[in-house]
């Protein structure tokens, strides 16, 4: 058989990855006909989906602005701030953060954003599609998404975030310090000002989701198989093999939702996407009777407090430390008391610590396309911070391509090609 362009339903689909993307992609493929296998080594949603902060975040803000270079040196000095380097890392991945030095130009930054918004302000509607009916639709609550700001300076200094929304015709709303109070009545009144995304979505238990996307994918025909990957191979005709530590799986299609671990995978299918693993922490608290009804965003301090359902969480920092590297709570715990500051009535008392690895590129998107070496494969990865809020649209745009269905108006697909 030749190396077909079009995937067909009927056709047997193997999944690298089980997390939001992966479980996401292998639901809608499923309802779309195919035969859908994923691998993971661990269950659906224990990755870095396991410890998000739940929202389904209608961004238009790429990490990469303008401006942005000048400040890294301060962030990398200040204990609590929201950057640390590992200076092995820097020098290992220094092609990706020369790209990313150069996607803060103004042009790029007002391109990404673009590029970022749509997907992102279509996330809530596709996650509402994909659940509806399903278990998983109890999990989302239509509250929003919400950032408060302790200073006026703060608030100012962000204002280029609002400005990108702005030019988005984004949602939003601006609060003023009453106003705030009325929404959240829980938090700390040290808050001056807060700005509200309504159409944000937050899932309650963000594993519990993902776990409830994989058994609706599941009872559609999905099979789920927990196996290590060591090798994918090209044949001549297209087709992909794929070995683990099991069993060498031979199927019609493969799509590499692997997260910050698809780099390898991707190398194996002929692209050398700029992929690192930015890590991500949590702490968890017992959740205090008077609590918030949504997560909240601490900007000057790029913290967010989340009200799960398993408890209080506390997500934050961006650490570049490679993907073996063992955790490093140090900066976490110096966090945890501002954790109070925001909620008075909190107990400090942590229950869990966590590190996961968020798939980051230098421009915010995510890598979505075939694979240059044979269009049997396609890369579904790369999503950022934004892996639980774009896992919906992602799978239905990826099907859309694969398939020839027609994508949706708006979504510059070309903007996220493996290969740019």
């Not at 997500?315 to 966090?335: C, D, K, V, W």
């Amino acid at each position: 058989m030749t190396d077909d362009p079009t995937a067909y339903p009927g056709e047997s689909l193997l999944i690298l990855g089980a997390g939001a993307v992966g479980s996401a992609s292998a639901l809608t493929f499923a309802r779309r006909g195919f035969k859908v296998t994923v691998i993971d080594r661990g269950t659906p949603g224990s990755g870095a989906s396991y410890g998000n902060a739940g929202g389904v975040v209608p961004s238009a803000s790429p990490l990469a602005q303008p401006g942005l270079p000048w400040q890294v040196p301060g962030m990398l000095f200040d204990p609590t701030g929201p950057l640390s380097i590992k200076p092995t890392e820097l020098i290992k991945s220094l092609p990706w953060f020369l790209r990313f030095v150069l996607e803060c130009s103004t042009n790029r930054a007002e391109a990404n954003s673009k590029a970022l918004y749509a997907l992102a302000g279509a996330a809530a509607p596709a996650w509402k599609d994909l659940v509806q009916g399903t278990a998983g639709a109890a999990l989302l609550r239509d509250v929003g998404w919400l950032k408060v700001y302790s200073s006026e300076a703060g608030f100012q200094n962000h204002a280029s975030e609002r400005a990108f929304l702005e030019r988005r015709d984004a949602q939003m709303e601006i609060l003023s310090q009453d106003e705030l109070r009325q929404l959240e009545p829980n938090l700390a009144p040290i808050f001056v000002r807060g700005m509200l995304q309504p159409d944000g979505l937050f899932a309650l238990n963000p594993q519990r989701l993902v776990e409830s996307v994989a058994a609706e994918a599941t009872a559609q025909g999905a099979t789920f198989l927990q196996e290590t990957i060591e090798d994918l191979t090209v044949a001549e005709d297209g087709r992909i093999t794929v070995r683990t530590n099991i069993a060498d799986h031979k199927p019609d299609r493969v799509m590499i939702c692997a997260g910050a671990f698809s780099k390898r995978f991707a190398r194996a299918l002929g692209a050398a996407p700029l992929l690192v693993a930015e890590r991500g922490y949590h702490a968890m608290f017992d959740r205090p009777e008077k609590c918030t009804t949504r997560p909240a965003f601490w900007v000057e301090n790029s913290m967010v407090l989340c009200p799960m359902e398993q408890g209080m969480r506390l997500t934050t920092q961006s650490e570049f430390a490679g993907l073996t590297a063992e955790p490093n709570y140090a900066r976490l715990n110096r966090m945890i008391p501002k954790a109070k500051e925001m909620m008075p009535q909190l107990d400090l008392t942590v229950r869990d610590r966590w590190m996961g690895h968020r798939p980051s590129t230098p421009d915010s998107l995510p890598v979505l396309g075939v694979a240059p070496n044979t269009s049997r494969g396609f890369f579904n990865f790369g999503h950022n911070h934004l892996g639980l809020t774009l896992s919906a649209i992602s799978a239905r745009v990826a099907a859309d391509l694969w398939t020839g269905s027609g994508v949706s108006d708006g979504i510059p697909v070309e903007a996220y090609r493996p290969l740019r």
